[in-house]
């Protein structure tokens, strides 16, 4: 091979010619440019492998048929690109010798047509097993493929995946019985008789996201509350392995083994347990998945605790000093490492003292710990929890009037007979039962009218005994008012239902008034009375909220309790787009392939719901989910309710109890 750049060429001849002496053949049949990621990795593999096809050139010549000194590349325009990038990248030198072959007999643009019509690609099942045997005969990993080749290391390990897919599964895909979209669905999992068994079970013309879910049903997934809350560190250190999906967005992945990741989870919330009962003293504390039922515990909560002068003096001069350096440094993009320490240093003194609440000793002494892993893979310590074991005994009732002797048959004091005595008068001998109930029946009638006739202490009186109902022990309910709050168990209707974004706010809620409250439930009167008026409403809109029942059971048919429910509703205007959303969990796999239709119909368009309707129901409920995700769909159940026209009223209309509070 010999450099020539001004003699006459035969057809045929092999020469080098500098790279700054090759320009793009006018007469290239090739129009549309190449594209850039084409050229880079031809440039990859030509510095591992430098040019195995050697360009195809003829020598460039003047208006007068002289030869230029340069040649116009006709076959391998792509090769001198990759050598140009080359070069930029200062690889190899601008006159770089590149070896080419002349051809003058052939029409230059009918063979550079035919370079690019008659080229045929290898199957792609044949390059992914070639991947593959790079990685396995040579050692080869996939950064170090991906360079010698010009593409990603990412490319490679889809490649590499594609490769190892059952040989079964292989020779469908290369007769065409199988699409490249199915085979990276089967490839989500290298377990060739998982593959095979999936092919069995769903035939060979399912969509690949169908496929894909068949494939990984048996493994958890990494959003799952167990996964998030154990981790994928832990659980690969126990030995775990996480399946990785190459080809799209797995989320995590999943992880392969659910016993393992019980396991860990169950320990890992055995340990907080355990963990808060010795710092804290509780009597007992358990681990749990789910929160328990039916266990008949009792429960306690926190309550104030009076502040020694210093610990307020303290905590006042600690707050002092934070406000003062806030207005000292809030212009500051970047604060000073001390003045950041001492912001920490100071939020870590006030986190000390805590909230201002605590359980009694006795409470803790006698009362447990529940730890529940949350809907959101994040432990939940649920304290002041008693066993009926533990309950104290409540205090004997004091004698009343009526008490300390025996009734007479005729209820008139001891037994009567016919040589009963007269007994002698006593000033200090109790009243018959009879004279007692004839006493306080007309007491209560007097109260009642009385009551009737204060508002404000009406108000008082329900919500005293609303609230003994919902944040003290049954047994602990000294009330006259035969008004009992009943709270109906709903997450057995729907569980988990304490982990929405409603549960959270009652429970919230909850514990706040029950931590403002006394801890001895006959102090209680005294703390409403002492309630300002917005307060005592506050209260009483807690306890009546938690006897709402608006639950639609087959078994206790309440039609007027539901149209109730929806009046409620309206006056409360209540949106439940805020608080629900429909999945295939809460809603599109568990109702019938119309309604999922229906609901894709008014959410997003006919169009769509005439899209899915031929999938497979639980195809058409995943599809449903992603189209309704953010539209605020609801179904009828949860809509708002179609308001009433009020009737007229003749009368004067009254001012509201706000109104007269205002």
């Known amino acids: 091979m010999t450099q020539q750049t001004d003699v006459i060429h035969q057809d045929g001849d092999v020469i080098d010619v500098p790279l700054n002496k090759l320009k793009k053949s006018p007469r290239n049949a090739r129009r549309t440019p190449h594209a850039e990621a084409d050229i880079e990795a031809l440039a990859a593999s030509i510095a591992v492998k ?216 169950a320990e890992k919330l055995a340990g907080i347990a355990e963990g808060v009962r010795e710092a804290e003293g509780w009597k007992w504390a358990e681990a749990h998945i789910d929160y328990p039922r039916a266990l008949g515990l009792a429960r306690v909560y926190p309550h104030p605790v009076e502040r020694s002068e210093d610990e307020k003096a303290r905590m006042s001069a600690l707050s002092e000093e934070y406000d003062a350096l806030v207005s000292e440094w809030d212009a500051v993009e970047e604060l000073p490492p001390e003045i950041e320490a001492r912001f920490k240093e100071i939020d870590a003194a006030l986190y000390a003292f805590g909230d201002g609440t605590a359980y009694d000793a006795q409470e803790i002494a006698r009362g447990g710990v529940f730890v529940i892993l949350g809907q959101d893979g994040v432990a939940r310590i649920e304290r002041g929890l008693v066993r009926p074991e533990d309950v104290p005994a409540p205090e004997p009732e004091p004698k009343t009037e009526s008490g300390g002797g025996e009734v007479r048959a005729d209820g008139e004091g001891e037994a009567a007979g016919p040589e009963a005595e007269e007994p002698e008068e006593d000033s ?73 974004r409603a549960g959270r706010s009652v429970g919230e809620r909850h514990a706040a008034w029950a931590s403002r409250v006394p ?90 719901a005439e899209r899915i309707a031929g999938l497979k129901k639980p195809d058409m409920a995943s599809e449903a989910e992603a189209l309704l995700a953010g539209k605020g769909w609801l179904p009828g159940l949860l809509r708002k309710p179609v308001p009433v026209p009020a009737e007229p009223d003749v009368q004067a209309e009254a001012p509201s109890l706000t109104e007269e509070a205002a």
Not at 125 to 152: C, K, N
Not at 594 to 604: D, N, P, Q, T
């Open 50 to 265: 430098g040019v195995l096809q050697a360009p195809v050139v003829e020598p460039e010549t003047d208006a007068e048929g002289a030869p230029t000194g340069f040649y116009l590349v006709t076959i391998g325009e792509g090769r001198r690109l990759a050598l140009l990038l080359r070069a930029k990248r200062k690889e190899i030198t601008k006159t770089a010798p590149v070896r080419c072959v002349v051809d003058l007999a052939n029409d230059p643009h009918e063979i550079s047509l035919d370079e690019n019509v008659t080229r045929f690609r290898m199957h792609p099942a044949d390059e992914f097993e070639a991947f593959r045997e790079q990685a396995e005969r040579r050692g080869l990993g996939a950064e170090e493929i991906g360079a010698r080749f010009g593409v990603s290391a990412q490319v490679v390990r889809q490649r590499l995946r594609l490769g190892a897919v059952s040989p079964r599964l292989m020779e469908r895909y290369r007769a065409g019985a199988l699409t490249l979209d199915q085979m990276m669905a089967y490839a989500v999992s290298e377990d060739h008789a998982r593959q095979e068994q999936v092919l069995e079970q769903l035939g060979p013309d399912r969509p690949p996201y169908l496929i894909r879910r068949i494939m990984t049903e048996t493994k958890v997934t990494a959003t799952d509350r167990r996964a998030i809350f154990v981790g994928a560190e832990a659980y690969g250190e126990a030995g775990g392995t996480i399946l990785r999906d190459l080809f799209t967005e797995d989320g995590g992945g999943w992880f392969e083994d659910p016993a393992l990741l019980d396991r860990l989870a």
């Open 519 to 608: 801890k001895d439930a006959d102090g209680l009167w005294a703390f409403v009375q002492g309630l300002p008026v917005t307060d005592l409403l506050d209260l009483l809109a807690h306890c009546a909220s938690l006897t709402v029942n608006a639950v639609r059971a087959p078994f206790d048919r309440k039609p007027g309790a539901w149209a109730h429910a929806d009046r409620l509703a309206e006056a409360v205007d209540l949106d439940m787009s805020g608080y629900w959303t429909p999945t295939v969990a809460s809603y599109l796999g568990r109702v019938a392939k119309a309604r999922i239709g229906e609901a894709v119909r008014e959410a997003v368009s006919a169009e769509a």
């Open 428 to 500: 200090g001998a109790p009243l018959s039962e009879r004279l007692v109930l004839d006493l306080t029946a007309h007491r209560t009638l007097a109260l009642r009218d009385a009551l009737a006739g204060n508002a404000t202490v009406a108000l008082s009186a329900v919500v005293h005994a609303l609230a003994l109902s919902a944040l003290y022990p049954a047994y602990e309910r000294p009330t006259c008012l035969e008004i009992k709050g009943v709270s109906a168990y709903l997450d057995g209707h729907a569980p988990g239902i304490d982990d929405t």
